[in-house]
């Protein structure tokens, strides 16, 4: 029986922190108490002008590969979780395996699941590897969302921020991965799109990122509590196996929520939304790796990953590290 298991994690963050009141010195009508109070968001890094989607990828990809002990070329499937890529074609993921020097080697994609993305490309890396087609997959979340925020809407830009996360995955004997859920209901996608094309060399509509909070808050908290039971009953475990909670790090308040949901304690959540503020297919793994790197996450921990994004997507992982 093959299985899958996260050999190494990495991750990047893009120049110094931007705060709230950074913000507010660049105009934006705001203030730190109310994005804290609403949010728990106290700043976010933001990509310079010229740094993209694969850049991000790289330097988080090759902390991971490094952090696993093998080579670049020992990659044969690459998968990019992002909604911001460099370009509409070629993908992030194809960029990336040719910035990492890797030639002709596996397959490279990219997934569009908003948030949830992570969460699908390592569900799609676990099943590709216990199919015996691959051996070893780097998993990506990379985004840059502060080029589809609209920064007059105060509403939005100041829930964001920039950066990328990776894992390698490889073949085990002993299983990693023990349980993974994937869902999508695209009838919510009005409460959570960018609305807008880019057609006959002109945008065609609304080109940035637009939210009904209220209507994502509600909806979020319900499926990350349902998928969450979905892959611990797969997997015959309960909540109280779980040592690490790692949500989709979109706001304090749904972590807390999600939390309470699955009657697991706000010291068994990896929490990083107060310093990269929502990084969207990101923030999985940035936090993973955050706690991989502090010590909080031992090998042998049972450790719950889930997100949940526009379309609307959503989707858990539930993992032995
Ligand atoms: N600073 C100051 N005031 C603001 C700001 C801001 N940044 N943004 C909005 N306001 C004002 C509004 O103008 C409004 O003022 P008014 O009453 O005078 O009209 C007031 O605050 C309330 O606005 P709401 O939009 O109703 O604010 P709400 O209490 O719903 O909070 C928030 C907004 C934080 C987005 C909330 O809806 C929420 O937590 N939603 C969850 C969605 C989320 O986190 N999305 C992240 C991306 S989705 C994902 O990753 C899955």
Request: hydrophobic share 45%; proline share 4%; charged share 20%.
């Amino acid at each position: 029986m093959i299985y899958s298991r996260i050999a190494g994690t990495g991750s990047f963050l893009p120049g110094d922190p931007v705060t709230n009141d950074d913000l507010v010195e660049r105009g934006i009508p705001t203030s730190d108490q109310w994005i804290v109070e609403r949010t728990g968001i106290r700043s976010r890094h933001l990509a310079p002008d010229g740094m993209n989607c694969s850049d991000l990828a790289f330097e988080a990809s090759r902390r991971a590969i490094e952090s696993a002990g093998v080579a670049p070329a020992d990659i044969d499937l690459i998968i990019v979780a992002t909604s911001t890529p460099d370009f509409i074609f070629p993908s992030s993921a194809a960029l990336l395996q040719s910035k990492l020097g890797i030639r002709n080697a596996g397959a490279a994609f990219d997934v569009q699941a908003v948030c949830s993305g992570f969460a699908y490309a390592l569900s799609i890396a676990d099943k590709f590897i216990r199919s015996g087609s691959h051996q070893r997959a780097l998993v990506v979340g990379a985004e840059v969302f502060s080029r589809i925020l609209d920064w007059k809407d105060r509403g939005t830009c100041v829930l964001f921020g920039d950066g990328a996360g990776a894992v390698v995955v490889e073949a085990a004997e002993e299983p990693g991965i023990l349980a993974s859920a994937i869902h999508a209901d695209g009838t919510y996608n009005p409460i959570l799109c960018v609305p807008g094309t880019v057609a006959g060399g002109a945008v065609i509509g609304d080109p940035f990122l637009r939210m009904d909070g209220q209507a994502v808050f509600k909806f979020a908290v319900r499926v990350l509590g349902e998928v969450a039971q979905e892959v611990l009953d797969a997997a015959q475990l309960t909540t109280g196996d779980v040592e690490w909670l790692i949500p989709h790090q979109a706001n304090i308040r749904i972590l807390q929520a999600t939390a309470k949901r699955l009657s697991i304690g706000m010291d068994r959540v990896i929490t990083t939304v107060d310093q990269h503020g929502n990084t969207s297919a990101a923030s999985i793994p940035l936090a993973l790796d955050l706690a991989v790197r502090d010590g909080r996450i031992q090998r042998g921990n049972h450790v719950l990953l889930e997100g949940v994004g526009g379309g609307f997507t959503w989707g858990g992982v539930l993992l032995r590290y």
